[in-house]
């Protein structure tokens, strides 16, 4: 593990880390809420399972997917969603925008004989400007569409959690909130789901839960603790991630989950994203302008010529900006989806930070553009 302590961390002359991993504090969890239930879609199955890709799997058990099925993705989707499903179904795509919107025609002359899914993607916790049209257009064809929530699990439409529109939706915790593992997925029928739970998905849970404490505890001292320590922890964790799948939420996460003030939290995201987007200099480019009410953001995207550059000025001063995505085993034909992978950059906007972190991140993407 590289650590190394400069004179300068040790007199604590760094600034704190924006970004990067949760780290889990006790007073975030002292009392029940429960405020999960406001988000979690209502008058379906609903399933707590392991994460994202668990609830992929779960999916594709209750529709009987196999190699000679077809399920069509965005051509805007991370690898690891790619990497699921492909072993056991047969995955094509269909084409997203510049502004990942879709275009119903050309979505439409994707789907063959045998599609029997689609995936929808709520990006960065915006609802999907076709949900509607998609949905009618799966529905008359008898094809299943699944919502992925993954980025867009606090996010609310006329007060009712995302992912009531589609036959199915899911989530994934972990992206919005300090806890070890988690996915609520809902179905619009329940069905008998079989989860497996093992040794290793609860080592696995053990490991994430373990380091997000000791970095809660360690907090006073994170202006001198390199952030490679804490990147290498969560990367060690994450080597348990190969459990059998789909598996089941974790105890400690379900307990963790009741407890978190998430209405607060979704709070402070969206004030952060609008204070963000108003100290932006004109020439970096969001690529969602406006918050409309309910929508809890993942991050600020933006779109930057010199992307990779500008990343790297910012974690030069421990703003840890991500990626969403570097594309891998998208088809180079989709262009538009190759060309936003080389440009995206996802801004931190997450409760942890308030006014003065934001201005600090605003005032280092000013210095780069
Ligand atoms: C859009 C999207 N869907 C699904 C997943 C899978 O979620 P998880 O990491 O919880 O397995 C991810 C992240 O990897 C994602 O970004």
């Not at 589609?166 to 079989?194: C, E, N, Q, Y």
């Not at 290498?232 to 991630?241: N, R, S, T, Y």
Request: proline content about 7%; charged content about 25%.
């Amino acid at each position: 593990m590289g650590f190394s302590l400069s004179m300068a961390n040790l007199l604590g002359d760094d600034p704190l880390p924006i970004g990067g991993e949760f780290a889990l504090f006790d007073g975030d969890v002292r009392i029940v809420r429960n405020e999960q239930r406001k988000y979690v879609p209502k008058g379906r199955g609903a399933y707590w399972v392991a994460s994202g890709r668990d609830a992929l799997l779960a999916l594709v058990g209750r529709y009987g997917l196999s190699q000679s099925d077809e399920l069509l993705l965005p051509s805007y989707i991370c690898h690891e969603v790619i990497e699921t499903l492909a072993p056991r179904v047969r995955v094509s795509f269909y084409p997203v925008k510049a502004d990942l919107s879709v275009d119903i025609r050309s979505f439409e002359s994707r789907i063959a004989p045998a599609t029997r899914a689609v995936l929808l993607v709520h990006y960065f916790g915006f609802p999907h400007p076709q949900l509607q049209t998609m949905a009618r257009s799966c529905r008359d064809r008898g094809i299943a569409l699944v919502e992925d929530c993954v980025q867009a699990a606090f996010t609310r439409v006329n007060g009712r959690g995302l992912g009531s529109v589609g036959d199915a939706a899911f989530t994934s915790l972990r992206k919005f909130l300090p806890i070890p593992d988690g996915s609520w997925l809902v179905t619009r029928s329940r069905f008998p789901m079989r989860l497996q739970e093992s040794p290793a998905h609860r080592f696995y849970v053990e490991r994430r839960g373990a380091v997000l404490r000791i970095k809660g505890l360690s907090h006073q001292y994170a202006r001198c603790v390199p952030d490679s320590v804490f990147k290498e922890a969560f990367a060690l964790a994450e080597q348990a991630f190969g459990y059998r799948k789909p598996a089941p939420m974790g105890k400690v996460s379900l307990h963790l989950l009741r407890r978190f003030p998430l209405d607060a939290w979704a709070r402070q995201r969206r004030k952060n994203y609008r204070q963000l987007l108003l100290l932006l200099p004109s020439k970096v480019k969001p690529l969602f302008c406006q918050l409309h009410a309910g929508v809890v953001p993942l991050g600020l995207p933006i779109l930057a010529r010199h992307r990779d550059a500008l990343q790297q000025e910012l974690a030069d001063e421990r703003i840890y900006a991500p990626v969403h995505w570097r594309l891998r085993g998208v088809p180079k034909e989709y262009e538009v989806a190759w060309n936003l992978s080389e440009h995206e950059l996802t801004l931190p906007i997450d409760q942890r930070y308030r006014s003065s972190e934001i201005k600090r991140i605003a005032k280092a993407v000013r210095r780069y553009a």
